[in-house]
């Protein structure tokens, strides 16, 4: 299929053109504007974008060109007015090909991709995305995960696992709070999913490190935001938040959820949200939570680090045996 656009604004709410799930396609974009928070998305397969004339225009808010050229996708430019560092090769015109030279063009809902193109210097460095975490390093040598604290076997599975690692000071920080990105985070790790998309949320960057793993879980019913176009990623998770998700991301893995115990015995069963009680009654069956006293499950409390690598690690216990 072959679409020719002329001479007109196209506008997206996430990506203007977005050929994630597209094959065999070639759009031609001949003295257009492309708005919205990001320009092309060419991640489906031999797909072909071709961006002409002196007056088309790219005005995207934190992303430009997302190209996965491994499945044969091609995007060329020639003239144009575009931002950053791609105003220096498009009068001349370039490809994203396959080819010896590499060049980094600003990426969109994932960590920067290098894309291969034909005749470009490759010896601009590589940017470094800002990551609240590091590689972990091997073997675990976090300074404050002391032997026998109650949570040091958990955080070694994590880390093993690389689900959990640290920051850049070398710390864990186990009693830090946790960001409802990095649990999404968590999660699309443990699947081993890998699917470049972006979200329907206004506050999720296309260039944050867990904005694949939103996208990833809004589209399987895992997690939700606080309305359709506020997710909060930076907010602290609270303990309730966090089983929730775990349990969608259960029942979507085809785990048996209908386990429920009896939360009688707790005090402050009454602060918990409506959708969440039924989870944590499943947690506590399962054996993956326990309250923070024996009176009390603290389910609007914020979930520290520790406490959701001992979760984790409970959840991933059967699979390990």
Known sequence: MTLNINNCIIPGAQCALNLYNTENCTVCVTDSTLTGRAAVNLCGAHNRVELRGDDTAVNAESGLFTVDP???????????????????????GYECVPADGRYTVRTISRPPVYIPIAGIDSSKPDPKPERPETTPPVPMSYPDIQTGAWYHDAVSFVHSKSLMSGFDDGSFRPEAHTARGMIA???????????????????????AYYANAVAWGASNGIISGYSADIFGPDDPITREQF??????????????????????????????????????????????IAGMTDATL??????????????????????EE
């Open 70 to 92: 491994n499945k044969d996708n091609i995007l060329l430019i020639y003239g144009g007015s575009y931002p950053e560092d791609v105003s220096d090769y498009a009068a001349e």
């Open 185 to 207: 985070a968590v999660l699309y790790r443990l699947d081993g999913a890998d699917t470049p998309n972006l979200s329907d949320f206004q506050d999720v960057k296309p260039d």
């Open 243 to 288: 089983i929730a998700m775990l349990y969608r991301y259960a029942a979507y893995k085809g785990h048996d959820v209908s386990a429920r115990a009896d939360l009688s015995a707790y005090t402050d069963t009454d602060a918990l949200s409506a959708y969440a009680a039924e989870n944590m009654k499943w947690a506590v069956a399962a054996h993956l």
């Open 298 to 319: 603290g389910g609007n409390l914020p979930a520290t680090r520790a406490q959701v690598a001992c979760v984790l690690a409970r959840f991933c216990a059967p699979a």
